[in-house]
């Protein structure tokens, strides 16, 4: 063999030992995690969390380290923090747990997201969950838990419910480009609504022949990019039903995106629609919000609000317009459905009850200045 050949060789074998050294600490590092204990400690002291009531446990920093929970009956808040890991690892590990909330956090780069596991009680709510190289959500015999309003996106798996979870509830989640499922289901008994299923090289995958889950409350189902249904009767629901697979059916599935809105502590506004709805605002007299889309093009919504925060009969202004509206045939004593259209570029929609003829416009024109002052303000600080 030449010399020269010789010092290649060698070369290649101090690269690959280099490469493997270097892999080894990674790991090393990666396994470094952090604790809830049962006690209420943290483990250790110098993790980035902070706990002023010995309840609610805020992120105050990144985290760079999973995070596994041994303590019931608690709030863990993101507080809009990072956990992120190195591919490997379970973001959240929550093992024989009850009454666990998890919100307000990004969790990316790790083998799963959240894992939980002989759980109940646990409510994962408003996170963002990206780029698992398993699954961003993982349920395993863990029964009437909820999962809601979370983005799933670039993940292999964005949600798994696995073997004897039950009495789930799963809605108002985006399950977005995930590369194998959106959804890997092998449990049954659960209930799923409200999701948007978007750009998932398939959306729903069942592993067994039949599992008794239900994919709509009896009014409202999921949005489903695929579905090739019409709305004749113009209630922003498919008037047919849309196949999830030979034995499940979606029988109201959504014309539009689905999206959910804090207007109080306590109640929430629903929106069905084929518009980007963004900036909603209530003032306790007035909703609003903007709806965007294509130039040219007609636009839907399908509103649901809760009649402590207004009540029936409406009055519906888009641009400061009054337009017609339909209350759908589904409003009752506690929601009030509304279904109207309006032609796209960017719109400003503002909801209010209906008063006498001189009150509408000093009130209109209130509400529109609180809109316009409120976004002045966000795109200014």
């Known amino acids: ?60 920093g990144n985290i760079f380290n999973p995070i596994i929970v041994e303590r019931d009956n608690i709030t863990i808040d993101g507080t809009g923090y990072a956990l992120q890991g190195a591919g490997i690892d379970r973001g959240m590990n929550l093992t024989g747990r009850n009454n666990v909330t998890i919100r307000n956090m990004r969790i990316e780069n790790f083998d799963m997201g959240i894992y939980v596991r ?38 292999w798996r964005g949600l798994g419910v696995y073997l004897g979870s039950e ?6 989640n985006l399950i977005k480009d995930n590369s194998q499922r959106g959804m890997y289901l092998t449990a049954k008994k659960n209930l799923y609504y409200g999701n948007n299923f978007k750009n998932n090289t398939v959306h729903v995958y069942y592993t067994t022949i039949y599992s008794p889950d239900f994919w709509d409350n009896g009014v409202e189902g999921n949005y489903w990019d695929n579905y090739t249904g019409v709305d004749l009767d113009k209630n922003g629901i498919g008037d047919s039903n849309h196949k999830i697979d030979g034995n499940h059916r979606d029988y109201y599935p959504l014309m539009g995106m ?8 306590e109640h929430h506004v629903y929106g069905v629609s084929n518009s980007t709805l963004t900036d909603f605002q209530f003032n306790s007299t007035a909703l609003s919000f903007y709806a965007a889309g294509a130039d040219g093009t007609t636009g839907f919504a399908r509103v649901r609000i809760p009649t402590a925060l207004i009540s029936d009969p409406y009055t519906v202004f888009v641009n400061g317009t009054e337009i017609l509206h339909t209350t759908l ?3 009752n004593a506690t929601y009030s459905y509304l279904y109207f259209t309006y032609s796209h570029s960017s719109q400003e929609v503002i909801i209010i009850p209906e008063l006498p003829s001189f009150l509408i416009l000093p009130l209109l024109m209130t509400a529109t200045l609180l809109v316009a002052l409120t976004c002045r303000r966000k795109y200014t600080t």
């Open 1 to 60: 063999m030449s010399r020269k050949l010789l010092l290649h060789a060698g070369l290649v074998t101090v690269l690959i030992c280099m490469l493997g050294f270097l892999t080894v600490i990674h790991q090393a590092k990666a396994q470094i995690i952090f604790y809830i204990k049962a006690d209420g400690s943290i483990d250790p002291p110098s993790a980035p969390i902070s706990t002023p009531d010995n309840v609610t446990y805020s992120l105050i």
């Open 329 to 331: 045939p589904i409003s």
């Open 118 to 155: 002989n759980s109940s009680d646990i409510v994962i709510s408003q996170n963002i969950i990206k780029n698992s190289a398993q699954t961003g959500i993982f349920l395993y015999q863990s029964d009437n838990n909820t999962v809601l309003n979370n983005e799933l996106i670039n993940d």
């Open 258 to 265: 689905f999206s959910s809105f804090p207007a109080t502590s």
């Open 167 to 172: 009495g789930n509830i799963i809605s108002g």
